[in-house]
């Protein structure tokens, strides 16, 4: 089982739409976690952490379950701007950062 | 420098050559990391360094592969003998120490990473 699994869709959307990811960890003790965005042949920036509570950052909404460990990005109203491939992070083991293989967005008028 | 710097930008060597990869953190940064992406795959976790030394060594492909760091700045991938499927793009990403915030469940704005834009590698 890979340490954090993610739906790589793609999830095509009009604009407007509001849309969510999620990811799942298999290691119970990882204690940070992180959105990324990757445009396509360019380097992941971070969109956003995802904290204990849940976060919001403007139309993003990142929310954790440690319980059944998965970590969800929900964009509301959806932007052209928006299409990209979404990486889920996970700290691990020695501060290593993995990452999920991404979800593809592509956002259509 | 602004950030992370990464060279070549672009490499394309014979099978069974040597090539060596470079990375220049953002200054101040400890950590450095390097992940390798596969054509329309995720990144794949290579190793990292805190300082000049490297906990983690467990995400390198096979022996073929080293990396090193001195003065805990720039550090070096070192691919030997190189073979088709080492062909990827290379990423380089550093960061400053993470520190948890106690009591939050939050940790501090260092975990950000940032990345450079990679060294693509093309093995014929």
């Known amino acids: 089982r890979k340490e954090v699994e993610q739906d790589p869709g793609p999830f095509n959307v009009p604009e407007g739409a509001t849309v969510a990811f999620n990811c799942t960890y298999s290691?119970?003790?990882?204690?940070?976690f992180f959105w990324y965005r990757q445009d396509c042949r360019k380097e992941p920036k971070l969109l956003m952490s995802v904290y204990s509570s849940g976060n919001e950052d403007g139309r993003f909404t990142a929310q954790l379950n440690r319980a059944s460990q998965y970590i969800s990005l929900l964009i509301r109203d959806s932007k052209l701007s928006d299409s990209a491939t979404y990486l889920c992070v996970v700290r691990g083991g020695y501060n290593k950062l993995i990452f999920g293989a991404g979800t593809r967005l592509a956002v259509h008028p | 420098g602004a950030g992370v710097s990464q060279s070549p930008s672009n490499k394309v060597t014979e099978k069974g050559k040597d090539v060596e990869l470079r990375c220049d953190p953002i200054s101040g940064h400890t950590a450095l990391y390097w992940y390798r992406q596969s054509l329309g795959q995720g990144l794949e976790f290579l190793i990292y360094f805190q300082g000049n030394s490297a906990p983690d060594k467990s995400g390198l492909p096979s022996d073929r592969f080293s990396a090193e760091r001195t003065g805990g700045s720039v550090s070096t991938l070192t691919i030997q003998r190189t073979q088709q499927e080492d062909s990827a793009v290379y990423l380089c990403?550093?960061?400053?120490?993470?520190?948890?915030?106690?009591?939050?469940?939050?940790?501090?704005?260092?975990?950000?990473?940032?990345f450079g834009a990679g060294s693509r590698l093309t093995v014929l």
């Open positions: 290691n119970s003790a990882s204690q940070s």
């Open positions: 990403a550093s960061s400053l120490a993470q520190r948890m915030i106690s009591g939050t469940g939050m940790t501090s704005g260092a975990n950000v990473l940032t």
